[in-house]
T-cell receptor, first 115, second 113 residues
Framework: DQQVKQNSPSLSVQEGRISILNCDYTNSMFDYFLWYKKYPAEGPTFLISISSIKDKNEDGRFTVFLNKSAKHLSLHIVPSQPGDSAVYFCAASPLLIQGAQKLVFGQGTRLTINP | DTEVTQTPKHLVMGMTNKKSLKCEQHMGHRAMYWYKQKAKKPPELMFVYSYEKLSINESVPSRFSPECPNSSLLNLHLHALQPEDSALYLC????????????FGPGTRLTVT
């Protein structure tokens, strides 16, 4: 049972335009949501996160939106740059368990930014 | 220093071999994690250590044996693996009192022949 879903395996966007990556989740116990970016031959790198008490968090070119009623979140990248080409993973975490985080990842979306 | 290092980068082992994967961080993080990632799949949590004690085991087969000898090191001992265990093994660490990012290492690409 996939608790975190990224239904688009790939996305291609022109440089300078907006990239929108989507993520849906099923578990209402998830309390915190994160986006990670992964280049080939590297581990995932944390990008941005949002707590369930917020509906928007912005960090430079990256904004994450959370719609709790729809159990949906999205990552907006604007303007998109060639260096943004990577695989993006959505992840969700329930409340702290014994002080450590348990992250559940989506399948990932491969974003390609075309010059 | 926000780096998590993992050795080796690549490992090929037979089904009767015993090998170990190593992970190290010097960020003072007291939670450390092992994930397994198959091709075109998301990372899947295997083990979590909090204060050097195993706190979560996601029903991982006993042929995988984690060890946390101190707050900076995390090992994964491998024995009698199967070809389907071939995957990228990722280590991560995080602070315990903040529900935010985990820092990942680059992973060890394991091939079981």
């Amino acid at each position: 049972d996939q608790q975190v879903k990224q239904n688009s395996p790939s996305l291609s966007v022109q440089e300078g335009r907006i990239s929108i990556l989507n993520c849906d989740y099923t578990n209402s116990m998830f309390d915190y949501f994160l986006w990670y970016k992964k280049y080939p031959a590297e581990g995932p790198t944390f990008l941005i996160s949002i707590s369930s008490i917020k509906d928007k968090n912005e960090d430079g070119r990256f904004t994450v939106f959370l719609n709790k009623s729809a159990k949906h979140l999205s990552l907006h990248i604007v303007p998109s740059q060639p260096g943004d080409s990577a695989v993006y993973f959505c992840a969700a975490s329930p409340l702290l368990i014994q002080g450590a985080q348990k992250l559940v990842f989506g399948q990932g979306t491969r974003l390609t930014i075309n010059p | 220093d926000t780096e998590v290092t993992q050795t080796p980068k690549h490992l090929v082992m037979g089904m009767t071999n015993k090998k170990s994967l190593k992970c190290e961080q010097h960020m003072g993080h007291r939670a450390m994690y092992w994930y397994k990632q198959k091709a075109k799949k998301p990372p899947e949590l295997m083990f979590v250590y909090s204060y050097e004690k195993l706190s979560i085991n996601e029903s991982v087969p006993s042929r995988f044996s984690p060890e946390c000898p101190n707050s900076s090191l995390l090992n994964l001992h491998l024995h009698a693996l199967q070809p389907e265990d071939s995957a990228l093994y990722l280590c991560a660490s995080s602070q315990l009192d903040r529900v935010d990012e985990q820092y990942f290492g680059p992973g060890t690409r394991l091939t079981v022949t």
